[in-house]
């Protein structure tokens, strides 16, 4: 199912895996790549379209600010549910560490599988750690050439890399070590579980088709912030987890307690997964109106004046902070909560609309 660019001479041999980055489910590397994955195949498009609305945050075991896609592939924390279309295989650090890294990795490949692995900055020449600090990063190798002994890597969006496979295999080992001296607190235990992780799409027996009813369905779900019944097993602290269009006021629950005032910290991906998730919003209620053949610039046109274009100010006030620039929270408070109460108004007469337009057609 995959086009595969690969060429053998004597003892030599290259393999690179089709990837195209996406921006449209954006937010922490670790958690996009197989949207990324998914988007390199057009068939899989429709089926990425109807779904991943529910962006999901809260704050973490850190007090950090964290998002995520609710209806997502079984991919990251602790959730289990179906993996949807893609293949999944995890790696603790326990069962990579006995691994031949290059061996195996050339193998996955080899077998269509794209290899997801955690690596120490500090060994990998063209990452910002490199001979500076030990640092734990996830990247996606897609491909290799035995010729020149690199790996093609996707290290960070939208760029495309090359590192040498000893610098992999080192990186990967100090990885481990970097993980076993941390204090208990300080780690991250699904880095342990997932150290390596092999993702590979499923082949398309019957060709999926977009449905109009099903998205309204999940636009629905959207606007009353509701997990789907995969989720309701797994437990957040209520108070601070928020989904679909409630997941703004996760943002102004984060600024109202931001450090120093009380321990919460906000980094600035998170507040970018969380801008972009208005973006992967807008552009899927944009697929389902092309879908049914219907112009709706009234409410297309609010939505980015009001939505994206507002969650776009506050996207770059928290990136100016993070560079040591000054944040007014209450500023940015009264505009998030503008934010929410201007989304949850329109997309009901977006839901409303939809609903309409697809009841005329049965």
Not at 203 to 225: A, C, D, H, Q, T
Not at 278 to 286: E, R
Not at 294 to 312: R, V
């Amino acid at each position: 199912m995959c086009n595969i660019a690969i060429s053998h001479s004597v003892n030599k041999v290259m393999k690179n895996l089709p990837l195209s980055p996406q921006t449209e489910i954006n937010g922490y590397l670790f958690y996009t790549l197989p949207y990324t994955i998914l988007y390199t195949f057009p068939q899989y498009k429709d089926y990425l379209m109807e779904r991943y609305l529910q962006c999901y945050g809260y704050v973490d075991e850190r007090n950090c600010m964290i998002f995520g896609y609710a209806d997502g592939v079984g991919y990251h924390g602790d959730m289990f549910y179906d993996s949807g279309p893609l293949d999944i295989i995890f790696h603790s650090y326990t069962v990579g560490i006995q691994l031949d890294i290059q061996k195996y990795i050339i193998s996955s490949i080899d077998n269509n599988s794209y290899v997801t692995i955690f690596v120490d900055e500090y060994y990998i020449e063209g990452r910002p750690a490199y001979k500076k600090e030990r640092r734990l990063h996830e990247i996606l190798i897609y491909g290799y050439d035995d010729e020149n002994f690199n790996y093609f890597v996707f290290d960070r969006k939208p760029y495309f890399s090359s590192f040498q496979q000893n610098q992999i295999d080192n990186a990967y080992k100090s990885g481990y070590d970097i993980y076993s001296i941390a204090p208990i607190e300080a780690r991250v235990n699904w880095v342990n579980d997932k150290s390596i992780i092999l993702i590979k799409p499923k082949p398309i027996r019957v060709p999926y088709s977009f449905s109009s009813r099903r998205f309204i369905e999940n636009l629905k779900s959207y606007l009353k912030g509701e997990f789907n019944a995969l989720y309701n097993s797994f437990v957040f602290p209520q108070e601070k987890c928020y989904i679909g269009v409630y997941n703004t006021n996760l943002v102004r629950y984060c600024v109202e307690k931001l450090y120093p005032a009380d321990n919460v910290y906000i980094i600035y991906p998170s507040v970018h997964a969380w801008y972009e998730s208005k973006v992967n919003l807008l552009n899927k209620i944009k697929y389902c109106y092309e879908k049914i053949d219907y112009e709706s610039n009234e409410l297309i046109l609010a939505y980015e004046k009001e939505i994206k274009k507002q969650s776009d100010v506050i996207r770059l006030s928290f990136f100016k902070y993070d560079r040591g620039g000054k944040l007014n929270r209450d500023i940015i408070s009264s505009s998030l909560d503008n934010i929410f109460i201007s989304e949850s108004n329109i997309v009901n007469s977006i839901h409303d609309e939809l609903s309409s337009l697809v009841m005329k057609d049965i």
